[in-house]
Nanobody, 115 residues
Framework: QVQLVESGGGLVQAGESLRLSCAAS????????MGWYRQAPGKQRELVAS???????NYADSVKGRFSISRDSAKNTIYLQMNSLKPEDTAVYYC?????????WGQGTQVTVSS
């Protein structure tokens, strides 16, 4: 069973930055895809960023140019660097990893951006 522990959320003002971390209990090389999703109150969970390889990353249009997904294989950790945060980025952010058979989710971390 894979465990994912997220950290780094918090309350910031618009224009500021945060870096979310997701520490996996196993080697991240076990996963085909890693990503971050978010869910705002009253809205569906949406993909924010995904990582297949350094050359294969994808971002939601709303965060392109502001957010960046990366990994540190030595630490089995996935990161989401969020710059120029906006109030509409307020949501619970979830780490997600998957292989060909299974998908795992983190517990979520709250990000609140005040105007």
């Amino acid at each position: 069973q894979v465990q994912l522990v997220e950290s780094g959320g918090g309350l910031v003002q618009a224009g500021e930055s945060l870096r979310l971390s997701c520490a996996a209990s196993t080697s991240i090389f076990d996963f085909n895809t890693m990503g971050w999703y978010r869910q705002a109150p009253g809205k569906q969970r949406e993909l924010v960023a995904s990582f297949v390889s350094v050359a294969d990353t994808n971002y939601a249009d709303s965060v392109k140019g502001r957010f960046s997904i990366s990994r540190d294989s030595a630490k089995n950790t996935i990161y989401l660097q969020m710059n120029s945060l906006k109030p509409e980025d307020t949501a619970v952010y979830y780490c997600n990893v998957r292989n060909r058979l299974f998908t795992w989710w983190g517990q979520g971390t709250q990000v609140t951006v005040s105007s």
